[in-house]
């Protein structure tokens, strides 16, 4: 049934966009299906019967099954189903869209029971865990419930591999957007990868949030 939805769906000119964009993934995988239609797919499965057969399913076949397992997963209101549902389907994640998604709702009302799982999933060698991890650090944990400790453990993974490092960065250039005071001192000290380091002022220079001020001094610190 979903993959006959997909079928019905399917456009080839966003495929090979997609192939584009996502090119450590095989071509033959990729339908070619827009975010909409998969998140109105995925909430077709959720309201099914058919959603536990589907998350057990694993591995996918497609590209875009992987991305609706995700959706399903973010609309679990149970936190410790929804981490334990999560848990099982991070190894499979095979490149940064599906990473990058989906934030499970659960997880918004329980910071104190996700952390833990948090520090796992970015202490993980497999790359897409760690960057779901360093993720989920980003949306969820540099708002009130911020600790400057949190700046460390998204330091803390090594390894040359592109998207890990981007995501770093990418966390990286957000807390210079929300916790400016605390975070500047990675980049006064250079404490970051040096790659990440530049990375991370390009994105912060780029981004509205950050107020011109702060954007004419990281430029200083390039």
């Known amino acids: 049934m979903i993959y006959s939805k997909l079928l019905e769906a399917k456009d080839d000119e966003y495929r090979e966009l997609q192939i ?3 090119p450590n993934i095989a071509p033959e995988t990729v339908i070619g299906v827009r975010t909409p239609q998969l998140r ?3 909430k077709e499965v959720f309201e099914s019967g058919e959603r536990d057969a589907f998350l057990n399913d694993l591995p996918h076949k497609y590209y875009e099954e992987n991305l609706i397992h995700f959706f399903v997963l973010a609309m679990i209101g149970d936190f410790d189903q929804c981490v334990r549902a999560v848990e099982a389907f991070l190894p499979y994640v095979d ?4 990473s990058d998604q989906a934030t499970p709702k659960s997880f918004r009302k329980n910071h104190q029971k996700l ?3 948090i520090e796992k999933w970015i202490g993980s060698e497999h ?3 760690a960057r779901f991890g360093l993720r989920m650090l980003m949306n969820e944990f540099l708002g009130d419930d911020f600790k400057e400790e949190y700046l460390e453990l998204a330091a803390s993974p090594k390894g040359g591999d592109y998207y890990l490092k981007m995501m770093i960065a990418w966390f ?6 929300k916790r400016y005071d605390e975070t500047i001192a990675y980049f006064e000290n ?3 990868d040096e790659w ?3 990375k991370a002022i390009q994105k912060a220079v780029e981004s509205y949030r950050v107020t011109d001020e702060h954007k004419e001094y990281l430029k200083k610190l390039r």
Do not use: D, E, N, S
Not at 95 to 98: D, F, I, L, S
Not at 172 to 177: G, K, P, Q, R
């Open 20 to 22: 584009k964009i996502v």
């Open 40 to 42: 109105k797919i995925a």
């Open 95 to 98: 490149c940064w869209p599906v």
């Open 115 to 117: 952390l833990p799982y």
């Open 127 to 129: 790359v897409y865990t």
């Open 172 to 177: 990286f250039a957000t807390a210079l957007a």
């Open 190 to 192: 250079r404490r970051l």
């Open 196 to 198: 990440v380091h530049r």
